[in-house]
């Protein structure tokens, strides 16, 4: 019989691309805007802002080695990457994420091959793949459809920016937030461009 303490200890993984400081001044300035309209609810701490290319779940140490290895095999080139128009998912008509479009075919590209890679390892794929990073949850807004015409009216000035790594992340939710670790990180092989 198994007792709590030699239960394995699963982490939970995400694999992303990070934004450099240029695209994050934009994200915060566009969090600031949004900021003039009350709503209940919280922005994504700009230490936290991060294209996920995959969600993976709770994972024990076994997994995350295979997991590892396989994100290993992936061949890719320097990347182009831009922020885009911001949105929001919502519920009946009320905005719960407000995002921010992330442009560029590289990384849609990298996201198939991790999506290929891990489905030999038993991952599922992903159906539709929106790249984009979430800029707050809204949890309460008095007038949800005229925050959703303001949400969809604010324009972003056009940073383009270039990636040649991704990362393999451990998140720990915290009261205050989650708390995101580098597990490891995969370089360009090739970085011609």
């Given at each position: 019989?198994?007792?709590?303490?030699?239960?394995?200890?699963?982490?939970?993984?995400?694999?992303?691309?990070?934004?450099?400081?240029?695209?994050?001044?934009?994200?915060?300035?566009?969090?600031?805007?949004?900021?003039?309209?009350?709503?209940?609810?919280?922005?994504?701490?700009?230490?936290?802002?991060?294209?996920?290319?995959?969600?993976?779940?709770?994972?024990?140490?076994?997994?995350?080695?295979e997991i590892?290895?396989?994100?290993?095999?992936?061949?890719?080139?320097?990347?182009?990457?831009?922020?885009?128009?911001?949105?929001?998912?919502?519920?009946?008509?009320?905005?719960?994420?407000?995002?921010?479009?992330?442009?560029?075919?590289?990384?849609?590209?990298?996201?198939?091959?991790?999506?290929?890679?891990?489905?030999?390892?038993?991952?599922?794929?992903?159906?539709?793949?929106?790249?984009h990073v979430?800029?707050?949850?809204?949890?309460?807004?008095?007038?949800?459809?005229?925050?959703?015409?303001?949400?969809?009216?604010?324009?972003?000035?056009?940073?383009?920016?270039?990636?040649?790594?991704?990362?393999?992340?451990?998140?720990?939710?915290?009261?205050?937030?989650?708390?995101?670790?580098?597990?490891?990180?995969?370089?360009?092989?090739d970085l011609?461009?």
């Amino acid at each position: 019989m198994v007792n709590e303490t030699e239960k394995k200890k699963l982490h939970r993984i995400f694999i992303c691309i990070d934004f450099p400081e240029e695209a994050i001044k934009e994200i915060a300035r566009a969090q600031d805007v949004l900021g003039n309209w009350k709503f209940t609810g919280k922005l994504t701490e700009l230490e936290n802002l991060h294209l996920t290319l995959k969600f993976l779940g709770e994972i024990d140490e076994n997994k995350l080695g295979e997991i590892r290895e396989k994100l290993k095999e992936i061949r890719f080139k320097k990347m182009e990457l831009g922020l885009g128009n911001v949105g929001s998912f919502g519920y009946r008509g009320k905005p719960r994420i407000i995002w921010i479009k992330i442009l560029g075919k590289e990384f849609y590209e990298l996201q198939k091959k991790i999506d290929e890679v891990l489905s030999e390892a038993g991952f599922i794929k992903e159906e539709r793949f929106m790249g984009h990073v979430a800029v707050a949850r809204v949890k309460y807004v008095k007038d949800a459809k005229g925050f959703k015409e303001y949400i969809d009216t604010l324009k972003l000035r056009k940073i383009r920016f270039f990636e040649d790594k991704f990362k393999l992340m451990e998140s720990e939710l915290r009261t205050l937030g989650p708390v995101y670790t580098v597990i490891e990180e995969y370089i360009a092989r090739d970085l011609k461009f």
